[in-house]
């Protein structure tokens, strides 16, 4: 026989009678989503609201532990949401951290994995060790009463951050005691909730080793000085914003940003008298310096990964010309992938407005009135407006990764 729980407990006038075998379904269903989901943001969104639905709490807050702090990751707050947009409080809240001690209620959670249920935390009993800190609900003129605290353990029992819920609301918008048979629940979805934030976690670390990897390579392939790597990232973020200005997909933005790097990496082939030779190319050399789109692709040859596949086709494209005069195939217009031609007018705008050992940085205006000249020669149209219409968040990157005032020579 399924046994019927009361939604609300001790306090409550209108109890709502919920099937149990509903919920653990529900409980199933959204394991298998986190497990799922690899953006963090959207994760944490997803775990504090079905908290929140699960208890009919009106707010709630989600803390990772991070060595001897507390680190606030989500804040919801429907009181709060009405008066406001919401934006303001979360914002402030997500740059907040708290000491990992006893004396807070988090901090109590964090270090004994007990659960805190209280009724009214204005009315802690006076021989508990932690206390309530109304900062909160004085900076937004709010009641906390009832709150629910559970701690985030994964599957080694490793605690990774605190689930809080603030105020439970019966049927009819009262705040109410949270109902005690729902804490193995919440507890639940709380441990798949750390299982899945140590998931994407994991993952985060070995992208983010894996990029930087990627990205010592593509220095290597030059010349291994600061404004090689500069250059490298600032032709990655300009990948990337004229992918958005594109209207691509998050996900394809972050892998053209991650290939774009790889652009030279055929340039390891290439003798080093011939990359760092400060005049003019002959002939001969230029042949020679065109082949390290052909030796980029070759390096990836047989790979299947999507990223690997993108970074072998940036490498070969990303001097082709939208009029068929480039190199190495002297593709046209649409022949040509569209990730070449984005790398490719990011490393041409680059080169423009740095500094190089045969002239000055040209000012942004100068750079832009050349860019506008080769549109439908050398840049596809398309790729030209987006570029040009997201020119703040273009500028923004030059100057956080700002080009030295003397550079090497460098031959394109």
């Known amino acids: 026989m399924v046994e019927a729980v009361g939604l609300y407990d001790g306090g409550a006038t209108a109890v709502q009678i919920m099937n149990l075998e509903d919920h653990l379904a529900r409980l199933n269903r959204i394991g298998i989503a986190l497990s799922s989901e690899r953006d963090l943001a959207k994760l944490l969104a997803t775990i504090l609201q079905e908290a929140r639905d699960f208890t009919h709490a009106e707010g709630g807050t989600l803390y990772g532990i991070e060595g001897e702090q507390l680190r606030f990751l989500a804040t919801q707050n429907d009181a709060i949401d ?46 508990r060790p932690y206390r309530f800190n109304p900062g909160f609900d004085r900076r937004h003129d709010y009641r906390t009463q009832s709150m629910l605290m559970v701690p985030m353990k994964d599957a080694e029992g490793d605690i990774l951050g605190v689930l809080q819920l603030i105020n439970a609301l019966d049927e009819h918008g009262r705040i109410v005691p949270f109902d005690r048979r729902w804490e193995d629940l919440v507890m639940s979805l709380a441990s798949q909730a750390a299982v899945a934030i140590r998931n994407v976690r994991l993952t985060e670390e070995l992208k983010a080793a894996y990029l930087d990897t990627i990205f010592r390579l593509s220095v290597a392939a030059e010349y291994k000085d600061t404004e090689t790597a500069n250059h490298i990232r600032r032709v990655a973020h300009y990948s990337a914003i004229i992918a958005e200005g594109l209207g691509f997909e998050p996900d394809r933005v972050e892998r053209i940003r991650c290939a774009a790097p790889m652009h030279d990496v055929g340039k390891i082939g290439i003798p080093e008298a011939i990359l760092q030779k400060p005049g003019k190319l002959t002939p001969e050399e230029y042949e020679a310096m065109k082949r390290h789109t052909i030796l980029g692709a070759r390096i990836f040859d047989g790979a299947e990964a999507p990223l690997l596949k993108t970074s072998a086709t940036v490498a070969l494209t990303h001097h082709e010309r939208f009029d068929g005069s480039g190199y190495p195939a002297g593709l046209q217009g649409a022949e040509i992938p569209i990730e070449g031609q984005i790398i490719a007018l990011a490393d041409v705008f680059d080169a423009l407005s740095s500094p ?13 009135e050349i860019i506008r000249q080769e549109c439908a020669h050398h840049f596809h149209p398309d790729v030209i407006r987006a570029f040009m219409n997201r020119m703040d968040d273009v500028l923004a990157v030059r100057t956080r990764y700002a080009p030295e005032e003397t550079a090497r020579p460098e031959a394109s």
């Open 82 to 127: 009405r008066r406001s947009s919401g934006t303001v409080y979360a914002a402030h809240e997500a740059d907040e951290q708290l000491p990992l001690s006893h004396e807070s209620m988090a901090g109590y959670v964090g270090l004994t994995g007990q659960v805190i249920n209280l009724e009214d935390v204005y009315r802690i009993p006076p021989d």
């Open 356 to 368: 190089r050992c045969y002239k000055p940085a040209y000012p942004i205006e100068r750079c832009l």
